[in-house]
């Protein structure tokens, strides 16, 4: 028996299939995963993602800290509740995690602070991480939010439904919401994010009310979906899986992660710049690809991808898209490749197509 | 608890087996199979006329989760083929037992089925994997 987050006796309830996940007993679907996934591309589903590890950073090195800390800047954040999408490196230039961050106040005011989403997975590993990169900053403290469970309500359908059951002033504010923003309102945090490819929301609830929340979006006719669909949503929309797509060997240069590097100012030192600058002038040998099998079968992780019969890298995520109809992956391959290459599909070599890594976003097909 | 038919036979490797008469066989994968791939999104299966040993792989299944091989039953020659899963894979799924069914077998060793499972056998098979 794993951890339980607050929603286990709903997901029992709703004969939810539960699977060992990063040591939590989560739902991988509540029947049919691909009727779930076809309910977020076209209405509206909803995930427990209340494992995912919530931090808080404050303090007034809070954000001088995160500018070290992180690939990605910060500073880019110019407004209340904005996100930012980021790497956490290691000297090296790989991938510790992959995680969000949300400017909490005003920029650039007293008492300025973040809140950062890291992956369960990873828990232990970038507590570690996080604490151990304070050292240098007088003022800067990490609080963890374990009392807040976390509900990722997405679809196109997704903020009018949540705009049904909350209150009044909740409702206007997820109405003033912009894509990438998240606000807090009486205890709760409404953010406009997600890992599907829709529009949608992620809230933050206290745990004791979540479990009346999810019934009351159940009630309203958001489908339960489990981490099946989860993962069909996010490769469709072309988003790493952290562990598969990337890790601590991997560079995010070599993970399509290159837009999530802020060079820029040039004098900002973040852990692993220097790493990922040696990598920039030698020349990155290996870029994540999108792969579209047109014919029967499913490409799977640790595939091979071959070029005229020579080994060319390997699949990192694969599986069936249900709104394509056919089979996508994700592979890291040598930066060389051309628009058609060979995997090897259990001993069978099939012809796939080379695509940037993103294949459906908001219902509709992104590739030609 | 998964769906285990009382008038069909089993192997371990999850399949069941309806007698037709005639030395006639009809085979598909079981409930408890169709539970543990999850939605199924491919099936491959054997021309008619293709001929088969116990044991020889017949198909494969795709779904979401993995691909996995479908061994023969028994030895046989293959005279239909369920074409509708071509289409509808998800049958599979939905009715493993009925418009789910694979393929039929014309038996070249009827003695064969002697080694078969009744019901309660995979019934504790299953469990015992559980």
Not at chain 1, 43 to 51: E, R, Y
Not at chain 1, 170 to 183: D, T, Y
Not at chain 1, 301 to 310: A, C, F, L
Not at chain 2, 56 to 69: H, I, P, R, T
Request: with cysteine; proline share 3%.
């Amino acid at each position: 028996m794993g951890q339980q987050t607050a929603l286990y006796q709903k997901h029992l309830q709703m004969n939810a299939k539960l699977v060992d996940f990063g040591g939590w007993d989560m739902p991988i679907n509540y029947g049919s995963q691909v009727e779930e996934h076809h309910k977020v591309r076209t209405d509206v589903g909803m995930f427990d993602v209340s494992h995912m590890t919530v931090v808080d950073v404050t303090g007034a090195d809070a954000k001088e800290y995160l500018r070290y800390l992180l690939a990605n800047d910060v500073i880019r954040l110019k407004e209340r509740g904005k996100a930012l999408y980021s790497g956490m490196l290691n000297e090296t230039g790989g991938v510790v995690d992959d995680l969000i961050v949300y400017l909490m106040t005003d920029p650039d005011v007293a008492g300025e602070w973040f809140r950062v989403v890291v992956n369960c997975g990873t828990r232990e590993k970038d507590l570690r991480w996080m604490a151990d990169h304070t050292a240098g900053f007088d003022n800067v403290a990490l609080t963890e939010r374990p009392e807040l469970a976390m509900v990722a309500i997405q679809g196109p359908n997704a903020l009018a439904r949540v705009i049904s059951v909350v209150s009044e002033s909740r409702g206007k504010l997820i109405e003033n919401l912009k894509p990438f923003q998240g606000l807090e309102s009486e205890g709760w945090f409404f953010a406009r994010t997600g890992y599907t490819g829709e529009d949608g929301l992620e809230v933050m609830v206290p745990e004791e009310y979540v479990a009346d929340f999810w019934q009351a979006l159940a009630d309203a006719g958001v489908a339960p979906c489990g981490l099946g669909a989860r993962d069909t949503l996010r490769l469709e929309a072309g988003m790493n899986l952290y562990g598969s797509d990337m890790d601590e060997k991997i560079s995010p240069l070599s993970a399509n992660m290159g837009w999530t590097i802020a060079w820029e100012p040039a004098d900002r030192d973040f852990v692993g710049r220097q790493a990922l600058e040696n990598q920039r002038s030698a020349g990155v040998k290996q870029k994540l690809v999108g792969l579209v099998l047109e014919s029967r079968g499913v490409l799977r992780s640790h595939q091979k991808v071959m070029i005229n019969g020579e080994e060319a890298g390997e699949i990192t995520s694969g599986t069936f898209s249900p709104t394509l109809g056919c089979s996508i992956a994700m592979a890291r391959v040598s930066a060389e490749i051309a628009d058609t290459c060979h995997v090897d599909m259990r001993g069978k070599l099939v012809e796939v197509k080379v695509v940037k890594p993103s294949f459906v976003r908001n219902g509709a097909k992104v590739f030609s | 608890m998964s769906d285990i038919p009382s008038d069909l036979k089993y192997v371990a490797s999850h399949e069941w087996i309806r007698d037709e008469g005639d030395g006639v066989v009809t085979i598909g994968i079981t409930d408890h199979a169709q539970d543990l791939l999850g939605d199924v999104v491919f099936v491959e299966l054997p021309e008619v006329g293709a001929e088969f040993a116990t044991g020889d792989d017949l198909g494969v299944v795709e779904s979401v989760k993995a691909a996995s091989d479908v061994y023969a039953p028994l030895s046989g020659e293959v005279i239909a083929i369920n074409e509708e899963l071509e289409d509808a894979p998800e049958l599979v799924n939905s009715d493993p037992y009925g418009d789910g069914w694979f393929v039929q077998i014309r038996l070249s060793d009827e003695s064969e089925t002697d080694d078969l499972l009744d019901a309660d056998g995979y019934a504790e098979l299953c469990e015992a994997e559980s």
